[in-house]
């Protein structure tokens, strides 16, 4: 691939990318420099979480999967009442394998539903508008492509029947923690009484577990971090030099935060379009977190975000927790 240098390089950022590109030059400019992992999946970075997610030191998939495979009726019962009509409403939904089960099994019962799954990927919202009617025939399927908060609005505007959520995969713990607290308050915000949540998040548990988790051996984690330099460089027109820059993960048993970074190998400046970014040595880039919860925390945050938590469900070795809630 030709080498963009700064002078070279088409720097016109367009108008889809203008947020990235802000976002990208106000966290490198901040001191700790720092990236929003929100970022990670482009295209390559949704690859590279599907390799990770079946990988064999990354556990949170396959505990979430046990639960929802294993533990599929009582779920079900957990979230809905006889005659209920209901929406199945999914944030984040990707190819919505876990809730596959929950759908199937809603369908053998012939449940009075329709599924929303809402996603920011309008790839994700066709893929699933097209196969789930493939796989699942008989279900009453409306995809919504856009921000989580602004398709409940719509979805709100559509039907006025009791909703259930599905918010899985410990998405929640990708946000610092009172960004997950004032998340699930607007969510509350956004519900009714008697609405209900189902929301996965991944337990503290032995550290060396967990930090093995985001430090695999095959390096698929530390490319994943690396990804969001690559993606930088094509899409804000950059010059990283992806090879100084090393991937760092930690795990914090106390706070239950672990947190990844990537450290300059050495001094250097990179531009990103007309700005240029300065790295000390040893300088980091904080890129993510992957909160881990106690069973009490998870209760508390519903507590604090007016929802009563009302049931609990967990894989066999206790890592993962799948939590009902109700509004
Ligand atoms: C999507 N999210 C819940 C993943 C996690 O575990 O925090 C993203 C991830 N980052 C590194 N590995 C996986």
Same mark, same amino acid.
């Given at each position: 691939n030709p080498v963009i240098t700064p002078e070279k390089a088409n720097c016109t950022i367009s108008e889809e990318n203008r947020q990235f590109y802000a976002d990208v030059i106000a966290g490198l400019k %901040?001191?700790?420099?720092?990236?929003?992992?929100? =970022?990670?999946?482009?295209?390559?970075?949704?690859? *590279?979480?599907?390799?990770?997610? #079946?990988?064999?030191? =990354?556990?949170? !998939?396959?505990?979430? *999967?046990?639960?929802? %495979?294993?533990? !599929?009726?009582?779920?079900c019962d957990a979230l809905i009442a006889d005659g209920d009509a209901f929406d199945l409403i999914e944030l984040g939904a990707g190819d919505a394998t876990k809730s596959s089960f929950l759908l199937k099994y809603l369908l053998d019962k012939n449940a009075d539903f329709t599924y929303l799954p809402i996603d920011i990927s309008d790839n994700v919202i066709s893929y699933? +508008?097209? !196969?789930?009617? &493939?796989t699942l025939p008989g279900i009453k399927i409306t995809g919504l492509n856009g921000e989580y908060f602004q398709m409940l609005?719509? $979805?709100? !505007?559509?039907? @006025?029947?009791?909703? /259930? /959520?599905?918010?899985?995969? @410990? #998405?929640?713990?990708?946000?610092?923690?009172?960004? $997950?607290?004032e998340f699930c308050r607007e969510l509350r915000g956004n519900l009714s009484e008697g609405d209900m949540v189902l929301i996965g998040m991944d337990l503290k548990k032995d550290p060396r577990v967990i930090l093995a988790a985001y430090n695999d051996k095959?390096?698929?984690?530390?490319?994943? +971090?690396? #990804?969001?330099?690559?993606?930088? +460089?094509?899409? *804000?027109? $950059?010059?990283f030099n992806i090879d100084q820059f090393e991937h760092y993960p930690t795990y914090d048993p106390e706070s239950g935060a672990c947190k990844s970074y990537l450290i %300059?190998?050495?001094?250097?400046? &990179?531009?990103?379009?007309?700005?240029? /970014?300065?790295?000390?040595?040893?300088? =980091?880039?904080?890129?993510?977190? @992957?909160?881990?919860?106690?069973i009490m925390q998870t209760d508390q945050i519903a507590i604090n975000t007016g929802f009563q938590p009302v049931g609990q469900f967990f894989d066999t070795k206790k890592w993962f927790i799948d939590a009902v809630w109700v509004a």
């Open positions: %901040s001191e700790p420099k720092h990236l929003d992992s929100k =970022y990670f999946y482009d295209a390559n970075g949704d690859k *590279l979480f599907q390799e990770l997610m #079946n990988c064999d030191e =990354y556990y949170p !998939t396959n505990c979430e *999967l046990e639960i929802f %495979s294993e533990k !599929t009726a009582e779920i699933l +508008n097209i !196969t789930l009617p &493939v609005k719509k $979805a709100a !505007t559509i039907s @006025s029947r009791r909703k /259930v /959520v599905l918010f899985l995969g @410990s #998405n929640i713990g990708n946000m610092p923690i009172n960004d $997950a607290i095959d390096g698929i984690t530390r490319e994943f +971090n690396l #990804n969001l330099l690559r993606r930088i +460089n094509r899409e *804000l027109h $950059a010059d %300059s190998l050495q001094d250097q400046e &990179v531009m990103i379009g007309h700005e240029k /970014v300065s790295f000390k040595k040893d300088e =980091y880039i904080y890129m993510e977190i @992957s909160q881990k919860f106690t």
